[in-house]
T-cell receptor, first 114, second 111 residues
C-alpha cells in the first residue's frame, strides 16, 4: 500500500526565514494535496498538484510536484506567525475504481518565533 | 469555515458507551468521507459515501463502527461499546470535484 513520509517532522524557524517541507511517496503519485491544520481543528485545503513539474503558489506558499522522484515540496517564503500549524500532504492511491480517498503523511509541525 | 460542519465538537464518554457523530457536508457535494486522526499522525481513511451509497470501508472500521448517509445529505458515524483506543479526532470531508473539504472534527475521549 502507498505510504507518504514527510520531513522534517517538526520545524522551528525565526519569523522572516524561508523553509521547505518535503513529502515523499512510496509509489507513483496521482495528484498530491497540501493541507494545513491548526491544533485541534480541521484541515484547510492549500493546493493540489497533478502533473509532474507542476508548481503552484498561494500568497507566500509555493508547492512543487516532482513525479519522477515521487516527491512534493512545500516552500514558505518570509515566514510569519500565521504560518504556524501542522502541514499535511495527502495523495490518492490511484488505480481503477479509485474512490478519491486520501492517504496522508504524518504531518510536519511548524512553529514560527516572532 | 469550509462549509462542512460536525457535531458535537467534543465528546467525553465512558468505556462501553455508544456515541454518534454527525457531519453536514457542503450542500451540493455528492461524496462524503470519514477519517480518524490520532495525536501526531495524519488522518486515516475510514469510509466513503457517494450520495447515499457506502462504497468503501477501511479495515480500520471494526464491527463496532457503523456509518450512514440516509438521504445523501448529512452522515452519521456511530461507535458502539467504545474502547479507550477509539479516542481520536474524527474528521468528515465532502467533495464534488477532486478537492476534499474538511469539517472541524469531533474530538472523542473515552475514559
Amino acid at each position: 500500500s502507498q505510504e507518504l513520509e514527510q520531513s522534517p517532522q517538526s520545524l522551528i524557524v525565526q519569523e522572516g526565514k524561508n523553509l521547505t517541507i518535503n513529502c515523499t511517496s512510496s509509489k507513483t503519485l496521482y495528484g498530491l494535496y497540501w493541507y494545513k491544520q491548526k491544533y485541534g481543528e480541521g484541515l484547510i485545503f492549500l493546493m493540489m498538484l497533478q502533473k509532474g513539474g507542476e508548481e503552484k503558489s498561494h500568497e507566500k506558499i509555493t508547492a512543487k510536484l516532482d513525479e519522477k522522484k515521487q516527491q512534493s515540496s512545500l516552500h514558505i517564503t518570509a515566514s510569519q506567525p500565521s504560518h504556524a500549524g501542522i502541514y499535511l500532504c495527502g495523495a490518492g492511491p490511484g488505480g481503477s475504481g479509485n474512490t478519491g480517498k486520501l492517504i496522508f503523511g504524518q504531518g510536519t509541525t511548524l512553529q514560527v518565533k516572532p | 469555515d469550509t462549509g462542512v460542519s460536525q457535531d458535537p465538537r467534543h465528546k467525553i464518554t465512558k468505556r462501553g458507551q455508544n456515541v454518534t457523530f454527525r457531519c453536514d457536508p457542503i450542500s451540493e457535494h455528492n461524496r462524503l468521507y470519514w477519517y480518524r486522526q490520532t495525536l501526531g499522525q495524519g488522518p486515516e481513511f475510514l469510509t466513503y459515501f457517494q450520495n447515499e451509497a457506502q462504497l468503501e470501508k477501511s479495515r480500520l472500521l471494526s464491527d463496532r463502527f457503523s456509518a450512514e448517509r440516509p438521504k445523501g445529505s448529512f452522515s452519521t458515524l456511530e461507535i458502539q461499546r467504545t474502547e479507550q483506543g477509539d479516542s481520536a479526532m474524527y474528521l468528515c470531508a465532502s467533495a464534488m470535484g477532486e478537492t476534499q473539504y474538511f469539517g472541524p472534527g469531533t474530538r472523542l475521549l473515552v475514559l
